[in-house]
């Protein structure tokens, strides 16, 4: 089984942010999966899919971006899954806008909803999608900025981030992270 939880604000007022680019790949994934109709447990939105036999949860935690510790410790806990087959997407502020980046493992680089995850989980060893956002010019607040709309050039890397960011969490269930790694961050800097 696998656990692709997409990280984002619940509510109609954050559709369409930067914080909420988690989300909008679980819609996208759905679609995609032709998942069954979205059911509020663990905390989350959850959705069953399957794909090439393997059984899918594709979920959007309720509990807002800071708190998501809480539903990803209560989707491991009820859910037959190893932390190699759980997989977090968020915005991410410090890659370039519609940049995506898969990683094994990691910390939370400053991502309040990352960090939830990891302590709640007491270990940070699971799989993440960051999708890029940029970073706000100097004079502007960055937790405004996640939570604001882009512009429409941003809009349409962003959109196009979504669209890559489900192939690579196809190429990760059918293939595994490191397959997914080696295809959807070419041409990336190496990260220390």
């Known amino acids: 089984m696998y656990i692709i939880v997409g990280l984002g604000n619940p509510g109609k007022e954050y559709y369409g942010t930067r914080h909420n680019l988690g989300f909008r790949v679980i819609e996208a994934l759905s679609h995609r999966l032709n998942s069954g109709r979205p059911v509020q447990k663990y905390y989350s939105l959850c959705r069953e899919a399957a794909h090439k036999g393997r059984e899918v949860v594709l979920a959007q935690p309720l509990t807002y971006m800071n708190r998501s ?18 997989m977090i997407i968020c915005d991410d502020l410090d ?3 519609g940049t995506i980046r898969l990683r094994k493992k990691g910390g939370s680089g400053g991502h309040r909803g990352l960090q939830s995850i990891i ?9 993440r999608l960051r999708i ?12 405004d900025y996640v939570l604001e709309f882009p512009d429409d ?7 196009e981030a979504v669209d890559k960011a489900v192939e690579a969490v196809i190429c990760y269930i059918e293939d595994g992270i490191e397959s997914a790694m080696n295809i959807y961050n070419r041409g990336l800097p190496e990260e220390e």
């Open 69 to 86: 510790g809480k539903a990803v410790a209560e989707l491991t806990a009820n859910l037959p899954v190893e932390l190699t087959e759980l």
């Open 95 to 97: 890659l370039p806008p």
């Open 119 to 127: 302590d709640a989980l007491g270990t940070a060893e699971f799989c």
């Open 132 to 143: 890029g956002i940029g970073r706000p010019s100097e004079e502007r607040d960055s937790r």
């Open 153 to 159: 050039h941003n809009g349409k890397l962003l959109a």
